[in-house]
Structure formats: structure tokens, C-alpha cells
């Protein structure tokens, strides 16, 4: 095997596709795709990428919108509908934030803490009338509460500070005298 560039897959990848008969082509391409995959995805991170309450808000929701499926279809349209609201509304709520600053951020973050209130008031609920087991609501009660904490961290940030501008040239009038110009008649 070759050696090991900054690209290159890791070796049990690369054993696993060339072990395979008639893979050798796909391996191939593997090792080619995976050597161009950092320069094709390649991107400035934003700052979404790398707060962690995005990450776990995405899990969150990829966890619950499933789950809301076995929920019985008479309640599809009131209560369903409802806590889905709760849940995305509370993610448009803290990207809404992270765009914001000052007092706008601050009063999004408070809708999004709202709005985290009525999906964990929801999901106590579905727990009652037996939609989601005790497992389940184990599971999503421990996502919502480190939800709730990276919120709370959040809002008791204090505020970024503005870059400072740069020094301002001196005036033209301050530390240099002035010279009398000589009058056309002088000269």
C-alpha cells in the first residue's frame, strides 16, 4: 500500500474495496473521490457550524419528526401540527439570533426559549397519553434539557464587543503652525 497522504482514506476502507473481487476500479475512484472530497466541500464555516445548540437542534428534529408519524392520525392536524410548529419554530428562532445582534438577538432568543417550553409541554403530554414510551421520552427530555442549557449559556453571554477602529490620522491643524502666505503684491 502506498503511503498515507493528507487525503487519503483510511486503510481498512481502502483494504475492505480492493479485497472485494471486481472492485479494484471502485477502489479506484474511492481513493480519488476521497483525495478531491476536501477541496469540493471546502467552505468558510459559519458561526451555525460551530455553536453546538445547531447541532443538537438538527439531531433534535431529525429525532422527532419520525416519531410524530406513529402519533395517532386523528391528531395529526391539532396536536402534531403544533409541536412541529413549537420545534421549528424554535430553530428559525436561534438562526434568526445567531443573524442578529443587540436587543433583536435578545428578543429572538427569548422566543426561542418560549417556544422550547411548548415542545417540552408537548412531549409531556404525548408521554401521558401513551404516543411515546418511557424510553422514548427519556431520550428526547435529555436532548430538549441540553437544548435548554446551550440556550440559557447563550442568553447570558455577554454581548460581543465591536472591533476597534484603527487610530485616526492627525488633523491637518493639529501639530503643525500654519504659515502666512505671502500676498500677490509681495511677490
Same mark, same amino acid.
Given at each position: 500500500?502506498?503511503?498515507?497522504?493528507?487525503?487519503?482514506?483510511?486503510? $481498512?476502507?481502502?483494504?475492505?474495496?480492493?479485497?472485494?473481487?471486481?472492485? =479494484? #476500479?471502485? $477502489?479506484?475512484?474511492? *481513493?480519488?473521490? +476521497?483525495?478531491? +472530497?476536501?477541496?469540493?466541500? %471546502?467552505?468558510?464555516?459559519?458561526?451555525?457550524?460551530? !455553536?453546538?445548540?445547531?447541532?443538537?437542534?438538527?439531531?433534535?428534529?431529525?429525532?422527532?419528526?419520525?416519531?410524530?408519524?406513529?402519533? /395517532? $392520525? +386523528?391528531?395529526?392536524?391539532?396536536?402534531?401540527?403544533?409541536?412541529?410548529? %413549537? %420545534?421549528?419554530?424554535?430553530?428559525?428562532?436561534?438562526?434568526? =439570533?445567531?443573524?442578529?445582534?443587540?436587543?433583536?438577538?435578545?428578543?429572538? #432568543?427569548? *422566543? =426561542?426559549?418560549?417556544?422550547?417550553?411548548?415542545?417540552?409541554?408537548?412531549?409531556?403530554?404525548? +408521554?401521558?397519553?401513551?404516543? &411515546?414510551?418511557?424510553?422514548?421520552?427519556?431520550?428526547?427530555?435529555? !436532548?430538549? %434539557?441540553?437544548?435548554?442549557?446551550?440556550?440559557?449559556?447563550?442568553?447570558?453571554?455577554? /454581548?460581543?464587543?465591536?472591533?476597534?477602529?484603527?487610530? &485616526?490620522?492627525?488633523?491637518?491643524?493639529?501639530?503643525?503652525?500654519?504659515?502666512? #502666505?505671502?500676498?500677490?503684491?509681495?511677490?
Amino acid at each position: 500500500m502506498q503511503g498515507k497522504t493528507a487525503f487519503s482514506p483510511p486503510e $481498512s476502507i481502502f483494504l475492505i474495496l480492493t479485497l472485494v473481487p471486481g472492485t =479494484a #476500479l471502485l $477502489s479506484r475512484f474511492a *481513493l480519488v473521490w +476521497t483525495q478531491a +472530497t476536501p477541496f469540493l466541500n %471546502a467552505r468558510r464555516p459559519s458561526l451555525s457550524d460551530t !455553536m453546538i445548540i445547531f447541532t443538537r437542534t438538527f439531531d433534535f428534529l431529525t429525532w422527532l419528526l419520525p416519531i410524530t408519524n406513529h402519533f /395517532p $392520525s +386523528t391528531h395529526r392536524f391539532t396536536f402534531t401540527q403544533r409541536l412541529l410548529d %413549537a %420545534a421549528f419554530n424554535f430553530y428559525e428562532h436561534i438562526e434568526t =439570533a445567531n443573524h442578529r445582534r443587540g436587543q433583536e438577538r435578545t428578543t429572538h #432568543l427569548r *422566543l =426561542a426559549d418560549e417556544e422550547l417550553d411548548k415542545v417540552r409541554i408537548y412531549l409531556r403530554l404525548a +408521554t401521558k397519553w401513551g404516543w &411515546l414510551s418511557g424510553g422514548q421520552y427519556q431520550h428526547v427530555a435529555q !436532548m430538549v %434539557a441540553e437544548i435548554g442549557k446551550l440556550l440559557g449559556g447563550w442568553k447570558k453571554a455577554p /454581548p460581543p464587543q465591536p472591533l476597534e477602529a484603527p487610530p &485616526l490620522p492627525p488633523k491637518a491643524s493639529e501639530g503643525f503652525k500654519k504659515k502666512a #502666505l505671502p500676498k500677490p503684491s509681495e511677490v
